[in-house]
C-alpha cells in the first residue's frame, strides 16, 4: 500500500482541443508547475471582463494539466486510485487517453481509479482539463488548487476514506474510542483478515488497542467495528486542541496488506436553546470569521504551509472558529484547524437549484449534490475542528416549500453519514423573500426618482447595491411576519438556525421559537458590538461569524469607503478596474491586521489595551459618497504622515473603559467619553504634530491600560521579516516574507510608499508577491510590486534542498537580503490520511 505526494512534475497551459489544432489555432508551450495551482491568476485582467467586479476582472477559460509518471511491474494486480483534494472545475481526467473519472464541483474530493489504464512497467500520461466561466460570485481560481494524492492498494484492503473514528461517550475520566473501518476484498478467494488498531497520544504512549478477525467473500466489502477504552482523555477543544492517532492495520496472517494512521480528536458536542453550545460539557461562544478560499498573492492554489497560515492569523486575531463560505473547506485547511484549534464550520453549496451567476453550479446541483455531500464528509469526519455542516448560503429557495423540501433532503443526507456533527444553513431572510422585494422595486425606484436620490442603475451590481442602503430595511424585512413563515420548514430541518445578517431575529425568535438555536453565519463587521452583546446576553445565539476574517479576491471594494472627488467617479457598490479585492477583511490580503480586527478583540474581552487607528489625513474633509455595513473607517495605525504637519486629522482610539485621554508628547490633548460615536470608540479631532501619541484608557477614573504611536524617523530602510528561516522540502511549505519601509528602529512610513523589486535565487522559487491595496493593476507574478501604507509581501517556495536567498530593491533604501535554508523532509501533505504515509512506518518500529 502506498500514499504518494503527487503534487510535482506537472505542466499546464490553456486547452486547446485537437480539432482546434486542426482548424489551426496553435496551442500554448507546456508551462512546468508543482500543485496546488491555480491557472488563472497569472492571467490578464482588463476591464471588459464579463461581471468583472465579481471576481477581480480576470477572465474565464479553459486550462489543461499534464504530468507523466512510471506505474511500476509491482502494480500490476493491485488498485490504483488519484484522490484530487479539488479541482476548480468540471474536471475531467483521462489516463493514457481514456476517460478515467470527472467530477462537476470545483470544491469536493474525488477519487478516480486509474489502473484499469495503466502501462505497467512504462510510462504514463494523466491529463486534466478544468473550465470556468461566469460561474461564481467570487474570485474562484482554476485548476488543480488543492493537493493530489496516489494511492496504492493491496485487493484486500482498507477503503480510500474508509476508517471513520467517533468518540461516542467521553469525559475526564474516560472516553469510548470506536473505529469503523470499510474493509474490501477485490481478490478471487474468500480471505479471512485482522484488524488491528492501536491509539497513541501526541507523544507515541499507547493508551488502547484492540483486534478482531474479518472475513471476507470475494468481492465483499463490510464494515468491522472495534471499540476501545482510554483511561483520563486529554479532550479536543480549540482552546487545548490535543490529537490522538490511531494506527489502524489490516494484516494476512504476519503480513500488514494495509495501514493508516488516522488523527482524531476525543470530544463530544451539545447544543440546546437553554444551555447554547457546549464541547466537553463547558459553554462555548463562537467568535467566528467567515473566510473564502483563496490565499491571496497565491489565488486559489490551497498549498499547506497557506492554509496553516491562515489560521494562525485568524486564532492571534481573536477568532476561535471559521466558516468555510460558501464550499467545502480543503483537507490542508482542516488538518491546520484540528492542531491549531479552531472550530470549523463547513459548507457545501452556494447555490442548489436556482442560480445566482450565468453558468454556475446550479445546473449541476441536482445530480450531483448526494455525491458533493458523501465527499464533504468522508473528508471532514475524522477532524475534530469540524462541528457543523452548512448545507447552503443565501438560497432563495429556502422561503418556498420546495426549499424546504431540498432542505429536509440535504439536512436528512448528513445525517444519514454523520450523526455527530451538527447541520446548519446560512438562511438570509431578505433572500428569501426576495421575490417579493424584487416584486416592490419598480414602485421604490418611483419614488426615489420623485425625491431626487440616486437610482439603482448607477449601481454595477443590481441588488447587492441596494445593500448599502437598506442595512436597516433588510433587518426590518427579515423579523417580518412574512420571513417567520416562509422560512420556517427551512430552518425547521436544521439542528442550528444559520441567520445571515439576521440579528433582528435574535430576541424575536425566543419568543417565536423558544427551541431554536441560532447562529450569526455572516454579520456586518460595522456591528459587531451590538452583535456580541447579543450573543452574550441570549443562551441560545451561540456565535458570530464576520464578513470578513481575510480580505479576499473579488467582490471588488464591498468594503472601500468611497470619496465624492474619486477619480473614477465610482460612487457604487463595487469599485471598477481595476478594482481587485472586495476590502472587508479584518486582515487584509497579504495577512496584516486592520483596525477593525484590533476593535473586535476589544468587544470579544480578549484585549485590556487600547488602540489608535487615524484616518487618513488626506481625505479630512472630503465627504464620503458611500461606505456600505461592510466597511470601516479609512483609518490605519499610524502617526507618520509626512506632508501633513498642521493638518487637521481624526483619531480614534478603541478601549474597553469609560473614558480615554489622549495625550501629545506628554501634553493633554482631550479627555473623551467612550461610545459617543461607536461602542468602545472614543474620537478626537486635532491637528498632526510629529511627536509620541499616547492614548490612556480610563474605568471609573482608575487606569486600565494605554498604547502610544511614534512617528517615523528621518531613516528610510527596506526590511525582510519572514516567518521562518528553516523550511521542509516538498510540496506543502512556504516561506511568508514581510517587506517593510520602516525607519530602522520598526517604525513603518506610511505616506512613502514605492515599488519594490524581489529576486529569489537558490532552491526556492517567488511564488507570489502582492501587497495589501484593494485597487490595483499590478500582477502577483511579477516580482515588482508597490508596497500600500508601507507594507508587501513576498511567498517563497522551496524547490529542493539547500539555501535560498531573498533580495529586495526599492528606491532610496540600501537593498535588503535574508536567507533560508531548505531541509530533506518525509513530512506529508497536511491532510488525514496523508499523514499516515509516514508515520505507519514509525508505529511499526515502536510497536
Not at 461569524?545 to 481575510?550: A, I, K, R, Y
Request: with cysteine; glycine share 10%.
Amino acid at each position: 500500500m502506498t500514499y504518494e505526494d503527487f503534487n510535482s512534475d506537472w505542466s499546464y497551459r490553456r486547452k486547446v482541443t485537437p480539432f482546434q489544432e486542426l482548424g489551426g489555432t496553435t496551442g500554448a508551450d507546456w508551462a512546468p508547475v508543482t500543485l496546488p495551482h491555480d491557472a488563472l491568476i497569472t492571467t490578464e485582467r482588463h476591464a471588459e471582463a464579463p461581471h468583472g467586479h465579481t471576481n477581480g476582472y480576470f477572465d474565464g477559460g479553459a486550462f489543461e494539466y499534464r504530468k507523466v509518471f512510471a506505474a511500476p511491474e509491482e502494480y500490476r494486480g493491485r488498485l490504483v486510485f488519484l484522490e484530487f483534494d479539488g479541482v476548480y472545475r468540471d474536471a475531467v481526467v483521462f489516463v493514457n487517453g481514456a476517460l478515467a473519472g470527472r467530477h462537476a464541483n470545483g470544491y469536493s474530493r474525488f477519487v478516480v481509479r486509474v489502473d484499469p489504464h495503466l502501462r505497467f512497467g512504462d510510462d504514463n500520461e494523466v491529463l486534466v482539463s478544468c473550465r470556468t466561466h461566469l460561474d461564481s460570485r467570487w474570485y474562484a481560481g482554476c485548476g488543480i488548487h488543492r493537493d493530489v494524492r496516489l494511492i496504492v492498494k493491496n485487493q484486500a484492503h482498507l477503503a480510500v476514506d474508509g476508517v471513520r473514528v467517533t468518540t461516542p461517550d467521553a469525559d475526564e475520566d474516560e472516553a469510548v474510542v470506536e473505529i469503523a473501518a470499510r474493509v474490501r476484498n477485490a481478490g478471487p478467494v474468500t480471505s479471512t483478515l485482522r484488524l488491528t488498531a492501536v491509539v497513541r497520544d501526541k507523544d507515541g504512549v499507547e493508551t488502547a488497542q484492540g483486534s478482531a478477525p474479518v472475513t471476507l467473500l470475494p468481492t465483499d466489502q463490510e464494515t468491522a467495528r472495534l471499540r476501545l477504552l482510554v483511561d483520563r482523555p486529554r479532550l479536543w477543544s480549540a482552546e487545548t486542541p490535543t490529537r490522538y492517532f490511531a494506527h489502524v492495520r489490516l494484516s494476512n496472517g504476519d503480513l500488514t496488506v494495509d495501514e493508516v494512521l488516522i488523527p482524531f480528536g476525543i470530544r463530544t458536542i451539545r447544543v440546546d436553546a437553554r444551555r447554547g453550545l457546549r464541547v466537553n460539557g463547558s459553554e462555548v461562544k463562537l467568535r467566528g470569521a467567515c473566510i473564502h478560499g483563496d490565499n491571496g498573492p497565491l489565488g486559489a492554489a490551497a498549498i499547506g504551509r497557506a492554509e496553516e497560515r491562515k489560521i494562525e492569523l485568524l486564532k492571534a486575531a481573536g477568532f476561535n472558529a471559521i466558516r468555510s463560505s460558501h464550499h467545502p473547506a480543503s483537507s490542508a485547511l482542516l488538518d491546520a484547524c484540528d492542531r491549531i484549534g479552531m472550530y470549523v464550520m463547513d459548507e457545501s453549496f452556494d447555490m442548489w437549484t436556482q442560480g445566482k451567476s450565468d453558468f454556475d453550479y446550479s445546473a449541476d446541483f441536482p445530480e450531483w449534490w448526494e455525491r458533493d455531500l458523501e465527499a464533504m464528509v468522508a473528508k471532514d469526519f475524522n477532524h475534530p475542528s469540524v462541528i457543523f455542516y452548512s448545507i447552503g448560503n443565501e438560497i432563495p429557495e429556502t422561503g418556498s416549500p420546495d426549499g424546504g423540501r431540498w432542505s429536509r433532503r440535504l439536512a436528512e443526507k448528513l445525517r444519514a453519514l454523520d450523526g455527530t456533527r451538527l447541520v446548519t444553513n446560512g438562511i438570509n431572510g431578505f433572500v428569501s423573500v426576495l421575490d417579493l422585494v424584487l416584486d416592490g422595486m419598480p414602485k421604490r425606484r418611483a419614488e426615489a426618482k420623485a425625491a431626487g436620490a440616486p437610482g439603482e442603475e448607477q449601481s454595477p451590481s443590481g441588488v447587492n447595491g441596494m445593500m448599502n442602503s437598506v442595512g436597516e430595511m433588510m433587518g426590518q424585512i427579515t423579523a417580518s411576519p412574512i420571513v417567520s413563515e416562509r422560512t420556517e420548514e427551512a430552518f425547521a430541518a436544521l439542528d442550528v438556525a444559520g441567520m445571515n445578517y439576521g440579528e433582528s431575529r435574535y430576541a424575536l425568535d425566543r419568543e417565536l421559537f423558544p427551541d431554536r438555536v441560532i447562529v450569526g453565519t455572516e454579520t456586518w463587521p460595522a456591528v459587531i458590538d451590538r452583535n456580541w452583546d447579543l450573543v452574550k446576553q441570549y443562551p441560545h445565539v451561540i456565535g458570530d461569524f464576520t464578513w470578513t476574517g481575510l480580505d479576499y479576491l473579488g467582490e471588488t471594494g464591498i468594503g472601500v469607503v468611497k470619496y465624492a472627488d474619486s477619480a473614477d467617479g465610482s460612487q457604487g457598490f463595487s469599485t471598477p478596474y481595476p478594482g481587485l479585492t472586495a476590502y472587508c477583511g479584518d486582515l487584509d490580503l497579504t495577512g496584516h491586521r486592520r483596525p477593525v480586527s484590533y476593535y473586535r478583540e476589544i468587544v470579544f474581552g480578549l484585549r485590556t489595551e487600547p488602540y489608535i487607528a487615524v484616518r487618513r489625513p488626506e481625505r479630512h474633509g472630503v465627504p464620503v459618497a458611500m461606505a456600505t455595513p461592510w466597511s470601516w473607517s479609512d483609518s490605519l495605525s499610524s502617526w507618520s504622515w509626512r506632508g501633513f504637519e498642521g493638518a487637521p486629522v481624526h483619531v480614534e482610539v478603541y478601549a474597553d473603559a469609560d473614558e480615554v485621554e489622549l495625550l501629545l508628547d506628554g501634553e493633554v490633548v482631550d479627555r473623551r467619553p467612550v461610545g459617543t460615536e461607536r461602542a468602545f470608540q472614543a474620537d478626537f479631532d486635532m491637528l498632526y504634530r510629529p511627536g509620541e501619541l499616547v492614548a490612556v484608557a480610563y474605568r471609573e477614573g482608575v487606569e486600565t491600560g494605554r498604547t502610544s504611536l511614534t512617528p517615523a524617523g528621518d531613516t528610510l530602510e527596506l526590511t525582510l521579516t519572514t516567518d521562518r528561516r528553516e523550511l521542509l522540502a516538498g510540496t506543502a511549505d512556504l516561506a511568508f516574507v514581510a517587506i517593510a519601509l520602516t525607519d530602522g528602529a520598526g517604525v513603518v512610513h506610511s505616506t512613502c510608499d514605492r515599488e519594490v523589486h524581489v529576486t529569489v535565487s537558490g532552491s526556492g522559487t517567488l511564488q507570489g508577491l502582492g501587497s495589501g491595496a484593494p485597487v490595483t493593476e499590478e500582477v502577483f507574478h511579477s516580482g515588482f510590486r508597490h508596497t500600500f501604507d508601507g507594507r508587501a509581501l513576498a511567498v517563497i517556495r522551496p524547490s529542493g534542498t539547500g539555501t535560498i536567498t531573498v533580495e529586495a530593491e526599492a528606491k532610496g533604501c540600501a537593498p535588503a537580503r535574508l536567507t533560508l535554508t531548505v531541509t530533506a523532509s518525509d513530512q506529508p501533505l497536511p491532510s488525514d490520511e496523508t499523514t499516515a504515509a509516514t508515520h505507519c512506518s514509525d508505529a511499526r518500529k515502536s510497536a
